[in-house]
């Protein structure tokens, strides 16, 4: 059954001037909820003509897409998904998130600029302290273990508002949303570290972007423990903590109800489905417009 997007109605949107020029920056970062498994193909089609509509109004930028990429997507193409959940087409947050803020801002450019890969460690692969130990005991397999995904997304932000200045187009970094914490669950050595290497992470973009300020929404896991039993509570109050400790980070404060009535999942009880996809990011996009 093809899943709904309801956005407020034209006559109802606040009309916001915005510079034609500027574009809104947003970046986003995580695991393998960030990357998404939403089923594209099943949204409706007129949540399909809205996105035609929006054109170059929205952009969102990824590993396998840069910005001067002419044949633009809004979704990931997955043999991954299409053998696990059947279908290939996917999304992340991102997409339910653009459309909430461009119903809301209609006469504004979003840019996203997303980095994120599954079953990967804050404390190895995301660690902006990135050393071989960690990574060799945060990480499963010679692969991840040589990923630097911070660096990564530092690299790509870079690039992307270097080629916009490059174009003379001015540009706003709104902030950074974050998905991650599932793979940190499984250890006591990665969930006891978490709250410091989240902190240390929103410092390190802080610093890298030269921005002191930097906005940050950070999504709270709802995973049932596995490996480490006390895992997915210690990860959840770090998360919490770190929110309260700073008062530039939202928490988007999740349920572990198995129901998954807040976001929905699919059958692996890990992996938001396409409502949880979607009600995942109007979330983001109520976070985001309330800074």
Not at 192 to 204: E, G, I, P, R
Not at 216 to 226: L, R
Not at 238 to 247: L, S, T, V
Request: with cysteine.
């Amino acid at each position: 059954m093809a899943s709904i997007l309801c956005l407020p109605s034209a006559s109802t949107q606040p009309q916001v001037k915005a510079e034609s020029a500027q574009v809104q920056v947003i970046l986003m970062a995580g695991q393998s909820n960030m990357a998404g498994a939403g089923n594209f193909d099943a949204l409706d089609p007129k949540t399909k003509a809205r996105l035609r509509q929006l054109g170059d109004q929205i952009t969102i930028v990824t590993k396998r897409q840069s910005i001067q990429a002419t044949n633009k997507q809004l979704f990931t193409e997955s043999k991954y998904h299409l053998k696990k959940y059947g279908f290939e087409r996917t999304f992340g947050p991102e997409l339910a998130m653009l459309l909430t803020l461009t119903a809301t801002h209609p006469e504004q450019r979003y840019l996203v600029i997303k980095t994120a890969y599954g079953g990967t460690s804050l404390h190895g692969a995301w660690n902006p302290n990135w050393s071989q130990d960690k990574a060799q005991a945060a990480e499963q397999g010679a692969y991840k273990q040589s990923l630097k995904l911070f660096a990564e997304h530092i690299q790509q932000i870079q690039q992307t508002l270097a080629y916009l200045t490059q174009q003379g187009t001015n540009y706003r970094l709104l902030g950074l949303g974050w998905l991650q914490g599932e793979n940190d669950t499984n250890s006591a050595l990665k969930a006891m570290h978490y709250k410091q290497n989240l902190q240390n992470l929103v410092a390190a973009y802080r610093t890298q972007l030269a921005q002191p300020e930097l906005k940050v929404v950070v999504a709270q896991i709802n995973m049932q423990a596995k490996k480490y039993p006390e895992g997915t509570n210690l990860v959840r109050t770090a998360q919490q903590q770190a929110a309260d400790a700073d008062p530039f980070i939202r928490l988007l404060p999740t349920s572990l109800d198995p129901s998954w009535i807040d976001y929905p999942k699919h059958f692996d009880n890990v992996h938001y489905n396409t409502k949880g996809q979607i009600n995942m990011g109007k979330t983001f996009a109520s976070a985001f417009l309330s800074f």
